[in-house]
Each structure stands twice: as structure tokens, then as C-alpha cells.
């Protein structure tokens, strides 16, 4: 594994390996020197072309909770708003000797492009790309799952029921869970108003209901999503009060959900749209808990990314004839 | 596997621990760390991965018959502060567990199985030195085979033993390998040592 991009890419093993390591990495938060020297002379650069606070500052602390080096790039104020394109950005960022490149950029596929481009040697971690993925969301999901529902090493989420409701259309978050859920075996089901859900949905590893109601009392773990207005060009839904009432999570139906089920939120949340106050403050739901272990998991994705032989630590000279 | 290509057979290796002389070692062992640390008080027993970890089992049990108080025992897991790590793909992490106690003040006994070169200890004192500030450090290992690459030596050494580079100490226990022994033999090159990598860092495919 070099790149990751997206949740599709993870095997059952790649994944479960990468949730395991972020078990042992989370013990370094109880540390009084919360540091290790793994990444010590790697550069990381977070390149990020569309606003995020969370998802950076999250891998910004698992980097230097790893000792490398830490470039921020925010496109705001930078050479992309003179017109700068991709490749170049790309480039420049090569020739700077970058070992790693996080990327959030508005293009679907933008990471997909530098990953298989040669514009750069090292390794490109997709942090959110349009409405495509985003696989450390995915995993940060599935760790907090595991950890409620399975806990253990080398456990995976078999036979667990998780319901994704809200803004599927618009969601990467909802993307790269189904993929990386399915790969764990989940089952997942997604709930939104036919409006907000993508073309091709029935070619997708779920199953599609409109009505959260019937869906609560088999669901282990509840998602919800933020309605994306940013990324709405049209009237998706007739009001906002509507679609709370028919898709909004609230304490009567937090109350039908099973004893054991978690409500989840990749955040940013939007209260009393989505989710009221009542269930986003009950101890149910997972939102902070979720934000550790994003850096967790992200701690494990660098380390298995660069903390062990890569690319650019092979001399290129060598041809495989040579070796055997 | 290309081994059989080798002009030279490698020679199978032969016994110089049984189980029993293992058992031996960790008694005796056991009783010097009562004797210089005064009734190991303060110890706390640190076995590092993999085997580390088993001989400090043993060597704990031993320790709560002899001075019938619990000895506090943990793991510790080296990987990220190894200084080969960029000669190999990332590897899995394993579980580091530190007492409830903590370390800080306490007389830390580091175990290990082999020791050679001295950098998996020089990485466990850098581990050690972000967990806390023990009163001081102790090395136990069941077998020093020389060769130090860096200024460490160990302060229970359950046999010294003699080697040339070209050899391969084995140490198997029953907890992971079925029976306990310690075996030399001809080092397999196949199975690419951080000696062997660090000599030519393209692993074979």
C-alpha cells in the first residue's frame, strides 16, 4: 500500500491491520510525552484546497504526534488563487522533497489524479475529495464501531447493522463507509429522501429506505449526516422543518434505537436539523469520541504509509533482475 | 526459497540450551535480581516482543514464589523507535502495556531474549524515556552472544555465548514454538536480518 485514496482500495486484512495499530497508537494519548520519533525527516504537507477545521488539525496532530514534518498549504492566499493548476502545485511540492501529500480538494478524483500521476514520488492520503471519498473518515468510523460493538484486535464488524441517514447524494463520508463497512463485513442501510440520493444507488452494497422510523429497531449503529447546502444547486427537499421531522434525529427515536446502539456524526453537526440538542448531548452519541480516534487512525495510516521502507528511500539504479 | 543453490550447505543447527537449563537460568536469574535490588521492592519486569515478553512471564512467576509479593509486569512493544525501520516495509505494531504503577521512580528490568548489537535495547531506552523517568534501568537476557554495536551490555545474562557473525542464535520457547531450546546454527540468509538489510537494502522478492 503507497497511496491511499480510496476505502475500495483496503482489503479486509489492510484494513484490519490499519485499525489494530490505530488501537496501540491511541494508548500515546494517556501519555505524559504523547510523541514518537517514527517519522522523524519525513515531510508531510497538508495541501488543502477547500475549508476544513476538524479533518486538519486532526492529521496535523497525528503528524507531529509521529515527529515528521508538517507543511500546511491552504489554497487561500496561496499560488492555486493566482491560477496555479494541480500539476504544478504538485510539482513544486516534489521538488520541496514532500514524502507524503494529505489532500482535500473540491474535485472529485483529485487525489486519484496525483496518486497516478508521476508528478510526485511520495505517498497521497485522500482527506475528502469532492463527493467522492474520504477514507480516513471511514476508518475513524469503523474503529469507533469496533470499539463499541466488536471490541478487539483482529475483530471486524460482521453482522453489525449501521444506518446512514441524511445527505447521501452530497456525502463522501456516506462513499467510503459503505465501501469500507461492506469490507468489514457491516451491513449497511442507507435512509434519505429519494431526492438525496445518488443515481446508480441500487448498484451500491446496501439496502435503500425512506423512512427512518422502521429502520431504528434493527440498527446497531445510527449515522447522520449534514445536509450539505454548500453543494446544492437545487431544491432538494421542500423545507428545512420537514426534512427534520421526517430524517432529523430526536429523542423518541433515539429511544426505539437498541440499548446497545451508538448515534454517530462525522461532524460538522447542524442542531435541531439533523439532530437535536437532546440526542447530540446524550452520552449515545460518539461525535467527540470520534475525533480522538480520528487521530488515531490517522497516526496509523502515516506510520503505515511511511514509517517503513518507501519509494524514495529506494535507489532507483537497481532493476528486479539484479535481486533474485 | 533459493537456499538449496548455495555452494555451501548451511550445517543444522545444534542444542545449547535444553528446557531445563532455560528453567535453570531464569531461577538463578531470578534470585540475583532479589539479591542486588534488596527484595526487589521497587522492580517492575518490562519484557520486550516477542520473546522478551514470555521470558518475563516466567521470570515474574518466579520472582512473586521467591519474594511472595506481586511484581508489577508489562510489555513493551519497540517497533516505532527502531532505527531500521527504512530498510523494511512498515510492520504491525504490538501491544505495549505499562503497570498501573507507571515507571517513574521504579527499578525497570528490561527483558530479552538474545543480546547482540544492542539496538533493540538502545530503542527500548528511548521508549522508556517517553513513558516516565524510572530510578534506574536493568537489562536481563537469556542470551548474550557479543557483538555490541553500541555501548550496552546486560546486567543478568543467562549464558554468554560465543559467536561468529556468520551464526544464528534461535531462541524457541513453548509459549510461541511449541518447546523450549537455544540452538546456533549457520545464519539463513534468506530470512534477511537488519544486519543483512542494512548491507543491501533491496529485499528480495
Redesign the interface.
Known sequence: MRHLVSAADLSRDDALLLLDTAEELAQLSGRAVKKLPTLRGRTVVNLFFEDSTRTKTSFEVAEKRLSADVVNFAAKGSSVSKGESLKDTALTLQAMGADAVVIRHHASGAPARLAQSDWLHGSVINAGDGTHEHPTQALLDAFTMRRHLNPGLGHDLAGRRVTIVGDILHSRVARSNVLLLNTLGAEVTFVAPPTLLPIGIENWPCEVSYDLDSTLAKTDAVMMLRVQRERMNAAFFPTEREYSRRYGLNGNRMARLPEHAIVMHPGPMVRGMEITAEVADSPRCTVVEQVANGVSIRMAVLYLLLGGATLADTPRTESPETVA | MTASQDSTQPRPPHQVLDGADISRVITRIAHEIVERAKGAEDVVLLGIHTRGVHLSRRLHARLTQITGREIPLGTL?IT??RDD????????????EIPSGGIDGKLVILVDDVLFSGRTIRAAL?AL????RPRAVQLAVLVDRGHRELPIRADYVGKNLPTSLREAVQVRLSDSDGHDAVLVGDRDYAARSSQALAAD?????
Open positions: 512493544d516505532m523507535y525501520l527504512r530498510l523494511k516495509p512498515a510492520r504491525a505494531l504490538e501491544h505495549t528511548d524515556g517517553d513513558i516516565g537494502p533491496i529485499p528480495a522478492p
